[in-house]
T-cell receptor, first 115, second 109 residues
């Protein structure tokens, strides 16, 4: 694989169900991010990880959890899905989060619908 | 609060030039990024500015004025494939990106 992959591509989920969105990168980037993108709004940061073993809360963390057991993987879990979590979810990575010009690379996204 | 403003939508003609503006108010400033996002796809990096002035990359240029909290993306010789949304993002004092809602650019033949 090259870059960032996400799975699944899309999912329809019943409210109250638990769901894990997967994200894997092979660029050995230290920093990884989860965003949600909703119509008319900018990308909003859910959680981030500056390096393996550490995570932090972004702008909209409620209802979501993450883990970063190794450099490559950064799964996002919805413990009990609600309809307001219907969105497109993007995983991204960068070499680190502070060097000038370090751009973020994005995965293809997961389109999640909670009914 | 933190705020990034961009026009919602713009229309331009193939072969022409278009300027997409972005104004920002953030807690701290550690650089401004422009990304392109085609419908149904992931954002892809276009440009980065941290110092005042113009950065040119082929048909695309980006300008920054930190004192005015202002940037623009200039697209020259527009092609149909440039139809996309253009996202402005500012890295704040916590080194996190704050994103604008994006400008949808429609190119007409």
């Amino acid at each position: 694989i090259a870059g960032i992959t996400q799975a699944p591509t899309s999912q329809i989920l019943a409210a109250g169900r638990r769901m894990t969105l997967r994200c894997t990168q092979d660029m050995r980037h230290n920093a990884m991010y989860w965003y949600r993108q909703d119509l008319g709004l900018g990308l909003r940061l859910i959680h981030y990880s500056n390096t393996a073993g550490t995570t932090g809360k972004g702008e909209v963390p409620d209802g979501y959890s993450v883990s970063r057991a190794n450099t490559d993987d950064f799964p996002l879990t919805l413990a009990s899905a609600v309809p307001s979590q219907t969105s497109v979810y993007f995983c991204a990575s960068s070499e680190d989060n502070h060097s000038p010009g370090n751009e973020q690379f994005f995965g293809p996204g997961t389109r999640l619908t909670v009914l | 609060g933190q705020n990034i403003d961009q026009p919602t939508e713009m229309t331009a003609t193939e072969g022409a030039i278009v300027q997409i503006n972005c104004t920002y108010q953030t807690s701290g400033f550690n650089g401004l990024f422009w990304y392109q996002q085609h419908a149904g796809e992931a954002p892809t990096f276009l440009s980065y500015n941290v110092l005042d002035g113009l950065e040119e990359k082929g048909r695309f240029s980006s300008f920054l004025s930190r004192s005015k909290g202002y940037s623009y993306l200039l697209l020259k010789e527009l092609q149909m494939k440039d139809s996309a949304s253009y996202l402005c993002a500012v890295r704040d004092s916590n080194y996190q990106l704050i994103w604008g809602a994006g400008t949808k650019l429609i190119i007409k033949p």
